[in-house]
């Protein structure tokens, strides 16, 4: 075979390409993101509208409806429509085709969106656009507590000092925090004062709204230097808001104090954290879709020491969930596995081969195999999970096959006389086209895997691409490393008849004693079973 002739001429050559795949692959497993499952990269566009006040079968009727037919006139590529109308939100789940083009699809939503808008109920704010994937999940949750701070700070502190720090942290998407109560700066009306003062809220709204701006001036160049000016009429404290006049009537004029009070408020609270018993605020850190959950989790750790410098000495973080764990335990658990089965897989080639250089040349040939099937994973966008390393790992028993035929073969001609660069040759050769169809059996049982969709394709296409990817690269490598490896290892000379034999060759011709009276037996029992059941 030609390529056998050219790895016997060229034997350094090859030797250079396995250390390259040696020196590559710890470049590769650090830059391959790691995570449990594969990214399952579903094309799903959601739209969330807010309209408060406005009741379920209102929100069905007037905004989810009229967007649904909106976007089925405007939006390519869709394969269906999810939508849910719930009192003062509606959320509609846009599910394209599998070859759509999501940053479009995401351009025509939010174009239609807006043109949209005229359509809806007065005052109505743009939706939110979000882009799904089944791969962003929590990987880390945060709780914040302390005995001092209310849970009024807690929330402004994990909204305005924390979040902002731990979303410039590559992949990581953060939400709003749970729990807490939101900060606002609310005006209790009094109304008895109202109507005493023949005041209604809308007078006390327009007040605030005209008297609380900011506006742009200008500059003002007084000679050689230009000064920018300042219109604020927004007061600095809750005391200055106070003191906003709502009304002047016969020369009175009426304070926003005399009809109503400012306060350092809240929103109505939703939904309650408690930490130990204690109310708090909890924080959650989303993994984007392709992203390595060990990578957003380090980064997470390695920030939050900086984070809490800025942040008050009384409030405590306590991380309550971490997703890395669960990754690193299946991870570790999917190695350890393939490492005892390449172990088991070397203890029983050594024994049935009774030759620890041919068990050598065959346990560097499957690492070897596993490694370039994981720089070809890499190349393919997959990720390191455990689908790929459990594809690996069940490639373990089978990778052995090409390079123990070849090696077997060989010493078969090496034992009929032939010299060592004839028996590689011909060794080699002779089983070239059977193992090439050995190789492509194995690989045609994982193809229709290729074959799946949805979730299922996501899931075990790149368990199938470990197998396939590991069993060509163990081909080549018996074609080419394996014969350059023999021809350096295997040219000593034959072992003296009269010597004696070591502890291996004594443990060898033990097993094989032992394993042909086996086999006779067998082959008698199943042969006398045969004759009676051809007699009856």
């Not at 900086?306 to 658990?333: H, M, N, Y």
């Not at 296409?461 to 060509?472: D, G, I, N, Q, T």
Request: net charge neutral; aromatic share 6%.
């Amino acid at each position: 075979m030609w390529i056998v002739q050219v790895a016997l001429r060229r034997p350094y050559t090859f030797l250079v390409m396995a250390l390259l795949i040696f020196l590559a692959t710890p470049l590769v497993l650090f830059k391959m993101p790691t995570d449990i499952f594969p990214e399952i990269n579903i094309p799903v566009i959601s739209i969330v509208w807010n309209y408060g006040g406005l009741s379920a079968q209102e929100i069905g009727s007037r905004i989810t409806a009229v967007n649904e037919r909106s976007l089925t006139t405007t939006v390519n590529d869709i394969e269906h429509i999810e939508s849910q109308s719930l009192a003062g939100i509606a959320v509609i789940k846009i599910f394209f085709q599998p070859n759509a083009n999501i940053p479009t699809a995401i351009a025509q939503v939010v174009a239609q969106e807006q043109s949209i808008l005229r359509q809806m109920p007065p005052g109505v704010l743009p939706p939110l656009v979000i882009k799904y994937s089944a791969s962003s999940i929590r990987v880390l949750q945060l709780g914040l507590s302390s005995a001092t701070m209310t849970e009024q700070a807690m929330f402004d502190t994990a909204l305005n000092f924390l979040r902002p720090r731990l979303v410039t942290i590559p992949g990581v998407a953060v939400p709003l925090p749970y729990g807490g109560k939101q900060r606002v700066i609310s005006v209790d009306l009094d109304t008895n004062a109202l109507l005493a003062k023949g005041l209604t809220p809308t007078d006390v709204v327009a007040a605030v709204n005209t008297q609380n701006l900011v506006l742009p001036s200008g500059t003002a160049k007084i000679g050689s230097t230009e000064y920018v000016l300042a219109t604020n009429g927004s007061p600095d404290t809750i005391a200055g808001l106070n003191s906003i006049p709502v009304t002047t009537r016969n020369g009175a004029t009426t304070y926003l104090s005399e009809v109503a009070h400012v306060r350092d408020g809240f929103s109505p609270q939703t939904n309650i954290v408690r930490q130990n018993g204690e109310r708090g605020v909890l924080v959650s850190v989303i993994k984007n879709g392709g992203s390595s959950t060990l990578d957003i989790v380090g980064g997470i750790f390695a920030q939050l020491p900086v984070v809490s410098q800025i942040l008050p000495k009384e409030l405590k973080i306590t991380p309550l969930f971490d997703q890395s764990g669960f990754v690193r335990a299946a991870i570790s658990g999917v190695v350890r596995e393939a490492l005892i089965a390449a172990a088991l897989t070397a203890a029983l080639i050594l024994l049935f081969l009774g030759n620890w250089r041919s068990t050598c040349i065959i346990a560097v040939s499957i690492p070897l195999s596993i490694l370039s099937s994981i720089i070809a994973l890499y190349i393919t966008g997959e990720t390191l999970n455990i689908m790929t390393l459990g594809g690996l790992a069940l490639a373990v028993g089978i990778l052995v096959d090409d390079a123990t035929v070849t090696i077997e073969n060989i010493e078969r001609h090496l034992h009929l006389g032939s010299d060592l660069h004839k028996a590689i040759l011909d060794g080699a050769g002779e089983i070239a086209v059977p193992a090439l169809v050995s190789t492509l059996c194995i690989c045609i049982v994982f193809v229709p895997m290729f074959f799946l969709s949805g979730v299922a394709r996501y899931l075990f296409a790149p368990l199938a691409e470990a197998v396939v990817f590991a069993m060509l690269a163990s081909y080549v490598l018996s074609r080419t490393l394996v014969p350059t490896l023999v021809m350096l290892m295997m040219g000593h000379k034959a072992p003296d008849p009269g010597a004696r034999p070591n502890l291996l060759q004594r443990l060898n011709r033990a097993f094989d004693t032992r394993f042909e009276k086996l086999r006779a037996g067998y082959t008698a029992v199943l042969g006398w079973y045969l004759l009676e059941r051809s007699l009856a």
